[in-house]
């Protein structure tokens, strides 16, 4: 049993805090910015270069173990495994890159930069599952903010590294070994589990729409600062009075709990759950009376009180079954889509395993594009990573914040599931592949911002959508299971595919055979023409598979927001 937090602020204290951990939580997102640095100071090939990138993403979404721990221990825990995976994960890049320590073997770099990412999951994990119990009416929008600061921090970290580092690799690397940690150790205190609201809160809504437009106006801020700054390269201390006002703006959803503070109101309308986290079947008494249906024996009165609901249906069970025969022996019924489930009864299910598919081909798309940017901007003409950098990440908010928010909309208002919206952003997926395979001029910036989008509404659309079909209970390991697709696409897309071909190109440019150690570079459309090509087909089969799915869930959605809001099943016991 975990212990809850009472009152009405509590909630918007963790999600203020958990607004500067998200942002943390995105540094793989960092690897553009000093994956050049590394394949030129270390001598690496693309393919070795890729394979760094693999080792990234599989670090950045393996999170099984932050998922399972999560269920058993403290989010300030998790937050503090996270805290140290960081700075020793860093700290040893840093020593290979600066040069501290000579010739560092290659598997070790591999190895440390999995452990620094992987401080990714132990940060989301736990700022994620954590607000998604507080806040279980607004699964959407709260998944939609909290990838929405994820999708942004890169142009955060990219603002960082050339306003206040001046672009050196090496400076961000010991950045993030010390800045993160130090981060975690500040806010890990406030992100906690409180009880959430059993009654509609009118100023939720409210303070929902204050912080995601908080959050457009600092990915506006930071879009147009870094522009500023590649066209006339301000002075330092334009560039240090830009970063101060971009710390204010990251502090904006803490505004919410100081107004509770300085204005309260009324609360005695909002019933608090006297529940455990853990458990999307404890949240709404009211809720789950009106929807269950009416049993063939009728329950104690008892049973009216959601502590002993269970036990009396179990009761009424029990005297069903000896009723039909003595000694008769029944399994319980599995849950049904919108209910509980446990993992081994999940991973069975087809619904579970086409989301897997279509989220593992979004995603891996965008994960191939972001490992390679740096190559793929050399390769036309393009040697500014960190401007391309922040337009995927601020384009990458905007699909997460938007993908959230406009889901959120029309499965309330037309019970539409939000899985259409995977089908709609990987045929505009095609689309942008086909635009990089091209190469024409003047379409890089476009394809780039298009794919950031598109990538950025996958995160947004898996979350909620696994918690409405699977339940809560499991939720951290459902989600985390999902985050394979990421280092899966990396591994298959970008390393398998696109090292390989951009290594093939270099050779035939610079008639030689590559070996370890040596770095040449590709340049010209050929380079990863062929990957985008491939790229195209594949979502061009995850549209389909998204499709197939969505016809599938639609009844279920049509039963969860039949009311206009979210309203749970009656659930099994497991």
């Not at 009376?289 to 179990?314: M, V, Y």
């Not at 689309?431 to 910036?445: E, R």
Request: net charge positive; charged share 10%; with cysteine.
């Amino acid at each position: 049993m975990v212990t809850l937090k009472a009152g009405t602020r509590p909630p918007w204290v963790g999600l203020g805090a958990a607004v500067w951990l998200q942002i943390a939580s995105g540094n793989s997102y960092n690897f553009a910015l000093y994956s050049h640095s590394l394949k030129s100071v270390l001598g690496f090939n693309q393919q070795q270069l890729t394979m760094l990138g693999v080792a990234n993403d599989i670090g950045g979404n393996v999170g099984l173990l932050p998922g399972i721990a999560c269920n058993k221990f403290p989010p300030w825990s998790i937050l503090l495994i996270g805290a140290f995976a960081c700075f020793f994960g860093y700290g040893v890049l840093w020593l290979a890159l600066s040069r501290t320590v000579q010739s560092m073997p290659y598997w070790l770099l591999w190895l440390a930069l999995c452990v620094a990412t992987n401080s990714c999951p132990w940060l989301g994990t736990a700022v994620l599952v954590t607000n998604m119990r507080n806040f279980p009416r607004s699964r959407g929008t709260v998944a939609g903010i909290l990838k929405g600061y994820v999708g942004i921090s890169a142009a955060v970290f990219s603002a960082i590294y050339s306003m206040l580092l001046h672009s050196s690799s090496s400076k961000l690397l010991m950045f993030l070994a010390l800045g993160i940690p130090v981060l975690c150790f500040l806010m890990m205190y406030f992100v906690r589990a409180c009880t959430p609201a059993s009654g509609e809160d009118s100023s939720e809504h409210a303070h929902f729409l204050f912080t995601q437009a908080a959050l457009i106006i600092l990915g506006f801020y930071i879009l147009i600062t870094m522009i500023l700054d590649h066209m006339l390269h301000l002075s330092p201390p334009i560039c240090y009075t830009f970063l101060i006002i971009m710390f204010v703006l990251l502090m904006a959803p803490l505004a919410i709990p100081i107004k509770m503070t300085l204005y309260r109101t009324r609360t005695s309308k909002l019933g608090m759950l006297e529940t455990s986290v853990g458990s999307s079947d404890n949240l709404i008494q009211g809720e789950a009376n009106a929807d269950k249906t009416e049993p063939l024996l009728k329950s104690s009165s008892s049973a009216h009180i959601l502590g002993s609901f269970r036990e009396s249906d179990e009761t009424s069970e029990v005297a069903m079954l000896l009723a039909e025969g003595e000694g008769a022996v029944k399994k319980k019924r599995r849950p049904k889509r919108g209910e509980d489930f446990k993992f081994s009864e999940a991973v069975i299910k087809a619904d579970f395993w086409l989301l897997f598919f279509v989220y593992f081909v979004g995603v891996g798309s965008g994960e191939t594009v972001l490992n390679n940017l740096a190559q793929i901007g050399i390769a036309q003409g393009v040697n500014d990573t960190t401007t391309l950098l922040s337009l995927f990440s601020f384009c990458n908010f905007v699909g997460r914040l938007g993908g959230g928010t406009v889901s959120e909309h029309f499965v309330r208002s037309k019970t539409i599931p939000r899985t259409i919206w995977l089908t709609c952003t990987q045929v505009i997926m095609i689309i942008t592949c086909l635009l990089f395979a091209s190469a024409i001029d003047g379409t890089l910036y476009a394809a780039t911002a298009s794919l950031g989008i598109c990538y950025g509404v996958q995160f947004s659309i898996m979350i909620p959508t696994v918690s409405e079909l699977f339940g809560l209970k499991h939720f951290s390991i459902f989600y985390n299971f999902m985050s394979l697709g990421n280092p899966i696409g990396a591994f298959l897309f970008s390393y398998l595919l696109a090292g390989y071909v951009y290594d093939n190109e270099a050779e035939k440019q610079h008639g030689l055979n590559l070996l370890f150690g040596s770095s040449i570079t590709c340049i010209g459309p050929q380079c990863f023409r062929l990957t985008f090509l491939v790229l195209a087909g594949v979502c061009g089969v995850g549209s389909l598979l998204s499709l197939v799915l969505t016809k599938r869930i639609w009844p279920v959605y049509e039963m969860l927001y039949a009311g206009g809001s979210f309203r749970l099943p009656q659930t099994s016991t497991h």
